[in-house]
């Protein structure tokens, strides 16, 4: 399957099937980043009943804590 990854085309496996299994075998902890999926910022409840599909676009934000 062919996906848009921060603006990388990205192959990824065909047995993944939701937006969940996606992050994770991009190597993300879900509490970690912020999705948006073919335009739209989807919460992490939505991830296992969101499917992909060849072509679909994400941009995946890291949160980084920190301060003085």
Request: hydrophobic share 40%; no cysteine; glycine share 18%.
């Given at each position: 399957m062919k996906l848009t990854v921060n603006?990388?085309?990205r192959?990824?496996?065909d047995a993944l099937t939701n937006l969940d299994?996606?992050?994770d075998?991009?190597?993300?902890?879900p509490r970690l980043?912020?999705?948006?999926?073919n335009g739209l910022i989807l919460?992490?409840?939505r991830w296992r009943s969101q499917l992909v599909?060849?072509?679909d676009s994400l941009e995946i934000v890291t949160i980084?804590?920190?301060g003085s």
């Open positions: 603006g990388e085309a192959q990824l496996d299994q996606v992050i075998a991009l190597g993300h902890h980043v912020v999705v948006e999926f919460t992490p409840e599909q060849d072509g980084v804590g920190g």
